[in-house]
């Protein structure tokens, strides 16, 4: 069955100019999130325009990801990296909680960049001029960005030895904590939540989303862990609603993400009306253990350096 933004999605497609439409009718529905350089060069190449253009172009595909039942106002942003790849972001609001758990599209498209790796912005285009709040976060992207890229490099050798009571939404949950962006606080976070998938011929039917902590010096445009992941999650072009389990890593200092993160929770699956538990752990600066800070046991981690 094709769901209403799927058919929404592919009507948008129509709409755009063509040849660019014919060539995104034969990629995957859940692949118009994100394009890689070549893919970009190609439908610059087709369209004879530039890359900043082609963003101008990919705004109404951007937009119709949108989730806007408070404002009913969609907001596309296209973000591109030093390398040429091109990341989609789009407003998401959360109907029945807090307006300010509301992301923007900018800091969808740049979160979006941020969960597949690149650190680097080099063009963001948008339909609506920056707000405040936007321009404060995609500042923080620029003071940032060795930040991000030493901590990344810092890690990059370090492999997580897990024993048996450590599982894989555990494991990227402790990934996404040590390599979140908080400077400020020092209250790292990070998020696994787990999906069921439909293919029941494979071994494994989940699949995991993580999401890690983007702090802001000024803290209010800061995202905390939990979009980040419903954000990529919905980059992917898939529903977010749903999720079986999940994991949350905090070193907490003098606040903590957790009760946002429950109550967002609860926001998400009140049409499934299933209550989702935290699985909440402490992280620690050297990952040598996890306490749970619900049922007090502890999960040691080996940390492998190779
Ligand atoms: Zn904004």
């Not at 951007?62 to 942003?77: L, Q």
Request: charged content about 15%; proline content about 3%; aromatic content about 8%.
């Amino acid at each position: 069955m094709i769901s209403e933004t799927i058919k929404q999605r592919l009507a948008t497609i129509e709409q755009l100019p063509s040849p660019l439409n014919t060539m995104l009718k034969d990629l995957p529905i859940e692949q118009l999130g994100y394009f890689s350089s070549t893919q970009v060069d190609d439908m610059c190449q087709a369209m004879t325009i530039s890359r900043a253009e082609l963003g101008l172009v990919l705004l109404p595909l951007a937009s119709s990801f949108a989730v806007a039942p408070v404002s009913n106002f969609h907001v596309g942003a296209v973000a591109f990296d030093s390398a040429g790849n091109a990341y989609l972001g789009a407003n998401f609001e959360f109907a029945g909680n807090h307006i300010g758990q509301t992301i923007h599209a900018e800091q969808s498209a740049i979160a979006h960049m941020w969960q597949r790796g690149a650190t680097e912005l080099a063009l963001l285009v948008i339909n609506y001029a920056p707000c405040g709040h936007c321009r404060q976060f995609i500042n923080e992207v620029n003071i940032a960005d060795k930040i991000l890229r030493q901590a990344d490099d810092e890690n990059s050798h370090c492999q997580q030895d897990s024993v048996d009571t450590v599982d894989m939404a555990h494991a990227q949950a402790i990934h996404a904590h040590d390599h979140c962006h908080a400077p400020y606080s020092g209250n790292k976070c990070g998020i696994a939540l787990e999906y069921a998938i439909e293919d029941t011929e494979k071994e494994d039917n989940t699949e995991i989303v993580t999401g890690r902590y983007a702090e802001n010096a000024a803290y209010n445009p800061s995202l905390p862990a939990l979009q980040v992941a419903l954000n990529f999650r919905r980059m992917q072009g898939k529903d977010w609603q749903n999720i079986k389990r999940v994991v949350m890593v905090e070193t907490t200092t003098n606040f903590s993400q957790v009760e946002n993160t429950r109550s967002l929770l609860a926001s998400i699956n009140q049409s499934t009306n299933q209550d989702i538990p935290i699985e909440w752990y402490k992280g620690s600066a050297n990952q040598s253990y996890l306490y749970n800070l619900q049922t007090h046991a502890i999960i040691s981690v080996k940390t492998k350096h190779t």
